[in-house]
């Protein structure tokens, strides 16, 4: 299988070691994992690196934006890019999130996240181009 383009995702995720433990999971795969702490660090990680073609991001996090915010914002500035969406103290459905997202409940196994993120990266979704 060979690979042309990096697969790289956004980790945004205010408490460092689910965000560490996401992006080790997700690096160990061999996918690129970058981490941001909140909305603003995330759209600034994602201006700097255009090759990302996902971004994970929890709902609940500190700062103007949460994560279903940032999923409209990720989704406005690059429409290319796959949103999961996280969190365990809310559900969010599918009408709440943008075209290309999905919605992962907390907790969830990183072989899971992983699996989902692979799908996305895969899937009809890149190979249409958005």
Known sequence: ?????????????????????????????????????????????????????????????????????????????RPDVCLIVTSGAVSVADEELPDSGRFLPKPYPTGRLVQIVEEQLDGPFHEKGG
């Open 1 to 77: 299988m060979t690979i042309t383009v990096p697969k790289e995702v956004l980790v945004v995720e205010d408490e460092p070691f689910v965000r560490m433990v996401a992006a080790d999971a997700l690096t160990e795969r061999g996918i690129m994992a970058w981490e941001a702490g909140d909305a603003g660090e995330a759209l600034q990680v994602l201006s700097e690196h255009p090759n990302i073609g996902l971004v994970f991001t929890d709902v609940n996090m500190p700062g103007d934006m949460d994560g279903l915010g940032l999923a409209h914002e990720v989704n406005r500035l």
